[in-house]
């Protein structure tokens, strides 16, 4: 296990997450709960910060350790201008990104289907602009963005296409959390 | 499923991207690179680098995983101490590692491989300790050292391209300078360490510095605030404020610097000469409130006006030019601003020609990237809600005009009605400014007029741009168009209404100056001969000199440039005044009269009649546009004027942005900006053209006033040029300058200028041509492509069993010979494929990210799939590591 944990972020960047993870930790038992997550701010006002706090947690359990902590975390480590261009075979960091472009798809991809439905992009509407907008213009706005990305006519939104959407976008800014520095 | 996928991910990424370089890679190296580039790329796949020590390593990992996992957090501390113990050593591992950006392929393979490995055991051994990796890790160095250093003594008998030689060269000795430190002892390594820690504190004060930029634009927060709550129109209103804002700041600074400065520091001082003083009958009245307020008295002969300028050629002991200085910075201030719009619109037409290619997923992008995760404020996080649903409002808008269809007929009518209405209005209006002037010359001539009859003009148009524009938006509502071309039509109405305005105004200005300029001949006449009868009186003493007159009591002329001047700084201080009134009266206590009333009221007043003002986007950008076509007119004569006008701006800036956030609602129909502020600065440079033109004509058709200005004694103010160059240049360059004056030469030249222009234009506009048909062109590919994949989907969904079990066999093969192609398509099938297969422990296998299995995954065959690490994650990965590396016969 340590060989994921230091090939993904440096050694002062551990020490320095685990105080913090210690410092989340107030029942002292070692692991974090939701509730302990939840105190985070950045993830308390993310509206898909209940995703993300469960992406934290596997299957079924409630407790997470230090070591899925950073793996999860890894995710979130901008990508350094060094590493952009070694990525060759062999482990791929989890915060390269595809890994990180996975790490959203499975934010929105509610049921574990490998495709975001229309359901699945209403609920992340919904979260993201509340009762502003009305429930008939929600429905053409996930049906838009179905319709353009889209190519297999599926009506549903998969991984590839997922990536093919955000291909311009810069994903590694996006997703990148400024306190593992 | 996860590891397997990303391993296939990465070994397709490598096939593809990098298989042409690495032909080139062995015959750099020679074969004994290439042997030796093989075994490096094997190691990861098998996780552990000699299959000798694998044993080992893993023995330790298993101990520490013990420790770390069983002993929980106690152990887990007392790693960490050990490790910030060691933190010396491994920082300078740690940073020796990232730098290694090397385009060959075995080079950056290896070392990318290295620093992993490398690192990988360091945490391992910080349980036992152990030192000899480090040096293992410069033995590495230094064989690579080595090597490069050969490759630069033998790069003359290479066969290769001159650039490629070149290329390689640099790389190579780029390489050997970076690593040599690192080998050395002593001083070399520490000078190594602190290089690398010198260009890691410069990239994070680089970092830094961006951050402190983005803090330093101002009003940058309070736009964003705005934008998030009103959309990006009305944002783009208050950025246009802002540019305007820092383009008035350089031409204050231009004008206070270079003409006002001077003549306060080293002109002679207030009092001296007749221009400078107040005028005896104006004395007791000079400093009253009223007057002062009207820009007469003691304001009329200060420096923020033309008249104060004295006509002498040089002042203090700098020997300062001023007239000239005066002129230039006249002439300079126009310059500029010509300059500045036009470079900001061809900035403003690039950037929007270069993202048009996002258009196709506007949805999409907005839909899954809208969340800035790095957001930790909750008023932020506010904003930036408000900010997205207002921005999914924008869309739908732009979606629903794009596809809307109606009644043809019964929109051009209204169309044409609602066109011919607005004339009508601007006629009216027109005539009535016309009306008003021509009375108000009547009135200047009679002695005791009322503040309502002097102030008549100002007045009135500042009434008929209050209430025009509110009308024209009423008419416009007839025509039914697109919020944000309505916005457009809008603007140019009320320009056209600015703009009889203006012209009105200035016509009526003209006659002013003309009729003054007939007077001064004969004022002229009159201060010659009391001057004279003042120094030839008879009844003095001849032998002692008579005391000069004193300047309050020399009769002088009416100075139509300070006239002028009054005019433009009155007209922009009503103008302010009328804005801010409006602001206060209509939308503030509009609001608060809606806000509190409401409680004691017959209806809703939020919700019906009154209800909140929206912001008036075309008004303020055309009140900006015009005050500032004001500002370039009456500078030239008011050089305070553009210190008066920044002021407003920077009130006006703080008052309207407090004023929207607390009265105003969003618009109902929020639309997008349009990309480009282009449309704004247009007007702008129309503007700035037509106000260009009057003060062009006065500057080289009127003469100026005899006793009054930098230019007076002149025939025309440009004499001031003429009469620098032949004093203060060389006569030979006065020669090449009437040479450069003759009309023979500028009439070509301006031949010239218009031939530059229609040929530059022409090809622009076959660029752009060939622009938009590219881009409908890759339109028309989505398209075909898009259609082709459904089609085609499902049956490649049936396929996909089969090729994935050929892309596993493929793979296999690779990682054994290392050459050849993976399929592409193929092994990324291979991911559902196997998720169908063992749906149970996909769930619990993609939460984690499991090092070893990954490396195993493809060089497995997928029958073996099932019973592999990924369904009990805490124990599997280094059992079946170790299995692998004893299944897999050494290379």
């Not at chain 1, 590839?160 to 520095?181: A, C, Y």
Request: net charge positive.
């Amino acid at each position: 296990m340590g060989l994921i944990l230091c090939s993904l972020v440096s050694h002062s960047q551990i020490t320095r997450l685990y105080s913090r993870f210690t410092s989340l930790d107030k029942g002292e038992n070692g692991t974090l709960s939701r509730e302990d997550f939840q105190r985070i701010p950045e993830l308390a006002i993310n509206p898909l910060g209940d995703r993300i706090i469960n992406a934290f947690f596997p299957e079924g359990e409630d407790q997470v350790n230090f070591r899925g902590f950073m793996r999860t975390l890894a995710h979130f480590r901008p990508i350094e201008d060094n590493e952009k261009s070694k990525d060759v075979n062999g482990p791929e960091p989890l915060n390269s990104r595809s890994n990180k472009l996975h790490f959203a798809f499975r934010l929105y991809d509610l049921d574990k289907d490998d495709k975001i439905s229309r359901d699945e992009l209403l609920q992340v509407l919904r979260m993201m602009v509340g009762v502003n907008i009305s429930d008939e213009q929600l429905g053409s706005i996930a049906d838009r963005t179905i319709q353009e990305a889209d190519q297999d006519g599926d009506s549903a939104i998969s991984f590839t296409e997922f990536v093919k959407v955000l291909e311009k976008v810069d994903v590694e800014q996006k997703m990148s959390i400024r306190f593992l520095h | 499923i996860f590891p397997a996928l990303k391993s296939a991910l990465s070994e397709i990424s490598d096939r593809s991207g990098r298989r042409p370089s690495r032909k080139q890679a062995p015959r750099a190296e020679g074969a004994a690179g290439r042997r030796r580039a093989q075994p490096c790329q094997k190691e990861p796949a098998r996780g552990s680098p000699r299959p000798g020590s694998s044993q080992r390593k893993q023995a330790e990992r298993r101990r520490q995983r013990e420790e770390l996992g069983e002993q929980g957090r106690s152990s887990a501390e007392r790693t960490f101490e050990g490790r910030r113990k060691r933190d010396g050593r491994a920082s300078l591992k740690e940073q020796r590692a990232p730098p290694k950006k090397e385009k060959e392929v075995p080079r950056k393979e290896e070392m990318w491989k290295r620093p992993k490995k490398h690192r990988s055991p360091s945490l391992a051994s910080s349980a036992s300790g152990g030192e000899s990796l480090s040096e293992e890790e410069l033995a590495w160095i230094l064989e690579q050292v080595e090597d490069r250093k050969k490759l630069i003594a033998t790069m003359r008998n290479k066969p290769w391209p001159m650039t490629k030689k070149l290329r390689e060269l640099r790389e190579a000795q780029e390489f050997v300078e970076k690593y040599e430190g690192a080998l050395g002892k002593g001083r070399g390594k520490r000078l190594y360490a602190y290089r690398m820690l010198v260009a890691k504190k410069w990239v994070k004060f680089k970092r830094d510095f961006d951050n402190f930029k983005t803090q330093c634009i101002p009003w940058e927060m309070k736009i964003k605030d705005i934008e998030s709550h009103f959309g990006s129109s009305v944002a783009s209103y208050f950025i246009f404020l802002r540019w305007m804002y820092g383009v008035n700041l350089v031409l204050f600074g231009l004008i206070f610097g270079l003409v006002i400065i001077p003549e306060v520091l080293m002109g002679v001082p207030y009092g001296s000469i007749p221009r400078k003083t107040v005028p005896r009958a104006e004395e007791e009245k000079a400093m009253d409130f009223s007057v002062l307020w009207d820009f007469e008295g003691y304001i009329k002969y200060s420096a923020l006006f033309y008249g104060y300028y004295n006509n002498q050629r040089t002042i203090g002991w700098l020997r300062y030019r001023l007239p000239m200085a005066y002129f230039m910075v006249g002439v300079s201030v126009f310059g500029y601003s010509l300059m500045i719009v036009i470079r900001s619109m061809a900035s403003n037409s690039q950037g929007s020609a270069s993202d048009g290619e996002s258009a196709n997923f506007t949805f999409s992008f907005k839909m899954f990237t809208s969340w800035d995760y790095l957001i930790g404020n909750s008023e932020t996080a506010d904003n930036k809600y408000a900010s997205i649903t207002t921005s999914f409002k924008e869309s739908i808008v732009d979606e629903q005009e794009s596809n809307k269809e109606e009644n043809i007929h019964l929109t051009r009518f209204l169309r044409v009605l609602a066109n011919f209405l607005i004339i009508c209005c601007l006629c009216g209006s027109g005539y009535l400014i016309y009306f008003v002037v021509k009375r108000s010359q009547e009135f200047s001539k009679m002695q005791n007029v009322s503040w309502y009859e002097r102030n008549e003009v100002e007045i009135v148009m500042s009434l008929l741009g209050m209430f025009c524009p509110p009308l024209f938006e009423t008419i416009a509502a007839l025509e039914n168009y697109h919020p944000r071309i309505g916005l457009k039509w809008q603007l140019g109405r009320i320009f056209a209404l600015f703009l009889g305005n203006l012209y009105t105004f200035l016509l009526a200005l003209m006659d002013d100056v003309h009729l003054k300029l007939s007077n001064e001949e004969t004022i002229k006449n009159i201060t010659h001969w009391t001057l004279f009868n003042y120094y030839n009186s008879s009844g003095w003493n001849e032998s002692v000199p008579r005391p000069p007159l004193h300047p309050a009591d020399v009769p002088r002329g009416s100075c139509w440039e300070t006239a002028v001047g009054i005019e433009f700084m009155r007209l922009t201080v009503s103008d302010m005044l009328v804005t801010y009134i409006t602001i206060l009266l209509g939308d503030f206590l509009r609001a608060c009269f809606v806000r509190f009333m409401n409680y004691c009221w017959c209806w809703d007043l939020e919700a019906g009649f009154p209800s909140y003002a929206e912001f008036d986007i075309s008004g303020n950008v055309l009140g900006l546009i015009f005050n500032q076509g004001m500002i370039w007119m009456g500078s030239f004569y008011a050089p305070g004027l553009v210190g008066i006008n920044v002021l407003r701006l920077l009130t006006s800036m703080y008052f309207q942005c407090w004023a929207v956030m607390s009265s105003n609602v969003p618009h109902e129909r929020v639309f997008k900006a349009s990309r480009s502020n282009n449309f704004y600065m247009g007007l702008l440079l129309l503007v700035l053209f037509l106000s260009l033109l009057p003060v062009a004509y006065t500057i080289m058709s009127l003469p100026p006033s005899f006793d009054c200005g930098p230019f007076s004694g002149k025939n025309r103010m440009y004499d001031v040029i003429q009469e620098t160059i032949e004093n203060d240049f060389p006569t030979f360059l006065g020669k090449i300058f009437a040479f450069l004056a003759n009309p023979g030469l500028i009439v070509p030249a301006i031949l010239l200028m218009f031939l530059a222009i229609y040929y530059l234009n022409s090809v622009s506009k076959s660029l752009s041509r060939a622009n938009a048909q590219l881009r409908k062109k890759i339109q028309a590919l989505r398209e075909v492509e898009k259609s082709h994949k459904s089609v085609k989907g499902r049956k490649t969904a049936q396929d996909s069993e089969d090729t994935a079990k050929d892309a596993s066999k493929n793979a296999t093969q690779l990682q054994l010979t290392k050459e050849g192609t993976t399929p592409h398509s193929a092994s990324q099938n291979e991911t559902p494929d196997k998720k169908a297969q063992d749906p149970g422990t996909s769930s619990s296998a993609s939460g984690t990210m499991l090092p070893a299995s990954r490396h195993l995954s493809i060089a497995r065959p997928p029958g073996a799939r099932p019973d592999s690490g990924p369904a009990r994650p805490q124990t599997h990965p280094w059992r079946s590591a170790s299995r692998k590396s004893a299944q897999r016969p050494p290379h």
